[in-house]
């Protein structure tokens, strides 16, 4: 099923934006109220899934934990802001050769039949802290207990996320129905084509020097690239990282040495490391700074925009639009946003999100495997995880 699935979700694509003027609406509001209900359903179990797989590898790491917290921290930093940074030279070549932007023309939305929230239990950080807190000190206190609860919470996660695999089909359907029937596909194809293209370059480009960079030859990079091509087709028809997650991670595990801490650092990281926004946010402001007739900013205040810009990430919602969102107030502080401004380039990354969550979720996945190397460099061999079974 794995296998098949780039192929199934490409043929589903197709096959929508080819009929879709014949589907009837109520099929179309039909659908897309199953894929609104599947998505609400993820993001309630999220922060479940958080915890148990954050448990799992606190118990497994043990004494080498707080050190591999501080080494994920440090990274996802220091990458989104290395994305941030470079992305300031593509926005300033797009600056120069005057590729502005216009506001985008309102599409005919598509509304579901019906939507239902389904509300969470706690918030995903809490299940974050809690179970990087709880296992840490359980290991601890009682390593054979902490061993049991991570091979329960193994067990559960995993038939937790056999059965959205087989759910795929059907949740990226109605997204993609939504698309074509909202008229975004054709808006973003012949109304803004060079400019996401830019975009597009520049995240794909960077994303796969890194997946170049982390595998033992050119083949090798391929196929791990092929392994995350279901999360990517997922989070680009869903745009939400959070809801390709569980084809995010069983990519990762794929591509991983090992796949545990691949497999725990994907929940933890989904929201706040975000290549696909570091690459389209600034480069976007930077054609809307042109279009408006701004000044461009200089060196040193694109730096303190980036640096705020990395911190914001911290706080964004793996949701439609929710990159977007706690921006705003960074871009008026520090760039010099006005509301129509920001009203424009919340537009227009709406209208290119699907592109965006892609590279969000490729990013993901190399993230994983940068980890991966960069764990077994600076932890011993009997302190990784490969020294503890959890079949």
């Known amino acids: 099923m794995f296998r098949k699935m780039p192929f199934i979700l490409i043929a589903i694509i197709l096959a929508i934006a080819a009929l879709n003027s014949f589907i009837p609406l109520e099929a179309k509001t039909f659908f897309y109220a199953v894929s609104l209900t599947i998505k609400s359903l993820i993001i309630a179990i999220l922060p479940i899934i958080i915890f148990g797989l954050l448990f799992k590898v606190m118990a497994q790491l043990a004494g080498q934990a707080t050190k591999l917290i501080l080494l994920i921290l440090a990274v996802v930093c220091c990458s989104n802001y290395l994305s941030t940074f470079i992305s300031h030279y ?142 990517a087709i997922a989070g680009f028809s869903t745009m939400s990282s959070a809801a390709a997650m569980p084809l995010t991670i069983i990519g990762t595990e794929k591509n991983a040495k090992n796949p545990d801490l691949a497999r ?27 279009s408006f007739d701004v000044p461009e900013p200089l060196f040193w205040d694109y730096l303190i925009f980036a640096g705020y810009f990395v911190l914001a990430k911290f706080s964004v919602a793996a949701v439609p639009g929710g990159g977007i969102i706690v921006m705003l107030p960074i871009l008026e502080s520090y760039l010099g946003f006005n509301s129509q401004m920001l009203s424009l380039i919340t537009a227009l990354y709406i209208l290119f999100d699907p592109v965006i969550t892609c590279a969000n979720v490729l990013g993901n996945g190399s993230f994983a495997m940068v980890i991966d190397k960069l764990q077994g460099v600076f932890f011993k061999k009997k302190a990784t995880i490969n020294a503890l079974e959890f079949e």
């Open 90 to 231: 593509v926005g300033i070549w797009v600056y120069h050769f005057n590729l502005s932007v216009i506001a985008p023309q309102s599409v005919n939305e598509l509304i579901p039949l019906w939507q239902i929230s389904i509300p969470k239990m706690i918030p995903n950080d809490i299940a974050m802290y809690a179970g990087l807190i709880s296992g840490l000190i359980v290991s601890y206190l009682r390593p054979t207990v902490a061993t049991s609860i991570a091979q329960v919470f193994s067990t559960i996660i995993n038939k937790v996320l056999q059965v959205f695999t087989y759910m795929i089909p059907l949740f990226v359907a109605g997204f993609v129905i939504k698309l074509a029937h909202d008229g975004a596909i054709l808006m973003l194809l012949h109304d803004y084509a060079l400019i996401f293209a830019i975009i597009a370059l520049a995240q794909f480009s960077y994303i796969g020097f890194i997946y170049f960079i982390t595998s033992a030859s050119f083949l090798n990079c391929i196929e791990k690239i092929r392994n995350m091509l279901p999360a």
């Open 264 to 290: 725990s650092v994907i929940p933890a990281t989904v929201n706040i490391h975000l290549i696909g926004d570091c690459f389209a946010i600034p480069i976007l402001a930077y054609a809307i700074l042109k």
